[in-house]
């Protein structure tokens, strides 16, 4: 996305990155190296590129081949066994034999400016390996920082007397479709990808709940100097020398207090004690509603599917499901690849038709829609209501007629945030908890 808006697509970027996704894609705590994988092909003796065909090693999961599958650009693995020693010795390879025109270090959200001793930073060692070895590095690199704050971790007034200039503000042709977003579910990124969209107001992230505001100056990209970067943070200049992981994780211990891949083995560990469960469809669609009231009462306008597997207390494996059937039951709320938070709530509705009688219902849009009860129809033939044993006979708003016609119809869709091929029963009111 960035590497296109500036560059161009003619040339894409061979795009060095961790295999390190969250525990809900990967259960394995830390990153994957490449003997977690098949399939990898080399580039230099200690890099090794992800292709489509590559495979993990199972129990390990990733999503990089998903993402390479999409992607123009050539995907090479950053393995940080060997500590930021072995980060710089992968870097020089590949310098050596590309002999690159530019070099940018990306980073989304802001951390890698950090001094190290904020409360609020969640993974600073796996920025601080790979930042290590940038002034060391025998060429010339810049520090790109896209969507200040957007990670939740600094806020963009703590950011903004650290700023370089603006190179790049994204916009909606420079995001395009999301699919790569959705195999690749970074939650950074997404919001980069949403603000460039023009999408504003907070969203909610991560198993803490951090709010995130999305503004205007999440769609912006600042050029930075990687050394000066280097030498504000505390824990890079402590792991510079590091030639084992381990080493690395100690001396983070040490200097801040915590290290990420502590935090992921013992959120593993909790993980794996869980009982899992199949999804019971009304129940998470109950809970997903509480939870949305939850979150509107601390002015929260969007989140994501990860946070709310998590707030859920669901396992990684649910987290496709769940999106699924959020999507197939309220599909107005999904805009990808974020999830709106309405405006609206619980309230009484009366159902009227052979197999409800009354019953709680739930409006899944922002504003209440108020049809008068004379033009109400039955569902049609092919409405997923009928589909539906609960609800089959029930009036359906798809069937809502134009004022002073008794012909179901299903031009106008009272539900603002729905298309009308979309304005059926099961979007509108959720689910029925009948009496």
């Known amino acids: 996305m960035v590497d296109a808006a500036l560059y161009g697509s003619g040339n894409p970027a061979i795009v060095l990155t961790y295999a390190w996704d969250r525990l809900l894609i990967d259960p394995l705590p830390g990153p994957r190296s490449p003997a977690d994988f098949t399939g990898l092909t080399t580039l230099t003796p200690n890099v090794f590129v992800v292709t489509a065909e590559s495979r993990p090693v199972p129990p390990a999961d990733s999503t990089l081949p998903r993402l390479a599958l999409e992607v123009r650009q050539t995907i090479g693995l950053i393995d940080p066994r060997y500590g930021a020693e072995g980060v710089l010795r992968q870097l020089t390879e590949v310098v050596e034999l590309l002999r690159p025109e530019s070099i940018d270090r990306l980073d989304v959200g802001g951390d890698i400016l950090a001094w190290g001793d904020e409360a609020t930073l969640r993974s600073p060692l796996a920025d601080a390996l790979v930042l290590a070895a940038c002034p060391r590095l025998d060429a010339d690199v810049r520090l790109l920082l896209a969507g200040p704050g957007l990670d939740g971790e600094l806020t963009v007034g703590e950011l903004y007397p650290l700023l370089g200039r603006n190179v790049l503000t994204l916009s909606p042709d420079d995001v395009g479709g999301a699919g790569v977003l959705e195999r690749r579910p970074s939650e950074a990124a997404a919001m980069l ?8 107001g907070r969203c909610e992230v991560r198993d803490a709940g951090l709010p995130v505001p999305l503004t205007d100056e999440g769609s912006t990209v600042h050029a930075d100097d990687p050394a000066v970067a280097f030498a504000r ?16 994780e100690t001396l983070s211990c ?10 992921e083995c013992t959120k593993a560990s909790r993980l794996r004690s869980a009982p899992v469960r199949p999804l019971d469809r009304g129940d998470v669609l109950d809970r997903v509603t509480d939870f949305e009231q939850g979150v509107r009462a601390r002015q929260i306008s969007h989140t994501t599917v990860r946070r709310m597997t998590e707030a859920l207390g669901l396992p990684g494996e649910h987290r496709e499901p769940l999106k699924a059937l959020l999507i197939r039951y309220r599909p107005g709320q999904y805009v990808a690849p974020l999830w709106l938070i309405c405006r609206g709530g619980r309230r009484r509705v009366e159902f009227r038709g052979t197999a409800a009688g009354r019953g709680w219902g739930v409006v899944g849009s922002g504003t209440r829609a108020e049809v008068p009860p004379r033009v109400r129809g039955v569902a049609p033939e092919g409405c997923p209501c009928r589909r539906d044993p609960r609800t089959r006979g029930v009036e359906c708003r798809s069937a809502w007629s134009r004022p002073q016609s008794r012909e179901p119809t299903t031009e106008v869709c009272h539900c603002p945030q ?9 979007a509108c009111a959720t689910r029925s908890r009948m009496d």
Not at 193 to 200: D, E, I, M, Q, S
Not at 240 to 247: F, I, S
């Open 193 to 200: 990808a949403a603000t460039a969209r023009g999408v504003r």
């Open 418 to 426: 729905l298309h009308a091929k979309q304005a059926h029963f099961d």
């Open 254 to 263: 040490e200097t801040i207090g915590f290290s990420e891949i502590d935090y």
């Open 233 to 248: 943070s505390t824990l890079a200049r402590t792991v510079a020398r590091t030639r084992t992981l381990t080493e690395a």
